[in-house]
């Protein structure tokens, strides 16, 4: 008998974009994205960090004050990171497991590539034009977008 207990896509997927958040350096908000075509094969991940060649010892991570103080003008978007991080040619059609709803930029570019499905963990900014603006994209190109549902289960991974 084959085993019962197995996890679903979506918990495997969000399990993953929640792994690869713990890469991020970001000392608030870890973010990770897992872009998945329609055969369920991983194209991409993605986290929050720094772009390539700048120090993320010398940029800032602070939240408040100037904004060429804060790691807002500096940080790259996890699902961008994994837009860009893709090798093959063609997304259309794919989905994005993230563990924080997209913010607008970010959506453009999901746009642009053919996402066609959100899925996502948290959305602590629902209330932002940022994330507002996204979900306006988003409902007039059709991307569905859906909250994450917790299966209830603790997976642990022992590394």
């Not at 974009?17 to 991940?45: F, H, W, Y």
């Not at 970010?106 to 996402?115: E, F, P, R, W």
């Not at 994330?131 to 909250?147: E, P």
Request: proline fraction near 4%; hydrophobic fraction near 35%.
């Amino acid at each position: 008998m084959k085993r019962d207990d197995y996890i679903n896509w979506d918990t495997y997927f969000m399990g993953i974009a929640m792994l690869s958040a713990q890469r991020s350096k970001d000392p608030s908000t870890g973010v990770g994205a897992c872009i998945v075509s329609e055969e369920n094969k991983i194209l991409s991940l993605g986290y929050n960090g720094m772009p390539l060649g700048c120090s993320d010892d010398e940029f800032p991570w602070g939240r408040d004050g100037n904004p060429l103080d804060t790691k807002y003008l500096f940080v790259c978007h996890a699902e961008l990171n994994a837009i860009l991080n893709y090798t093959g040619t063609d997304m259309k059609g794919a989905r994005v497991y993230t563990t924080l709803f997209p913010c607008n930029e970010c959506t453009k570019a999901l746009i642009q590539v053919g996402i066609k499905e959100v899925i996502y963990m948290c959305d602590k900014y629902s209330h932002t034009d940022s994330v507002l603006a996204a979900k306006k994209m988003m409902d007039t190109v059709g991307i569905l977008y859906r909250q994450y549902e917790p299966i209830g289960q603790d997976i642990v991974l022992h590394l």
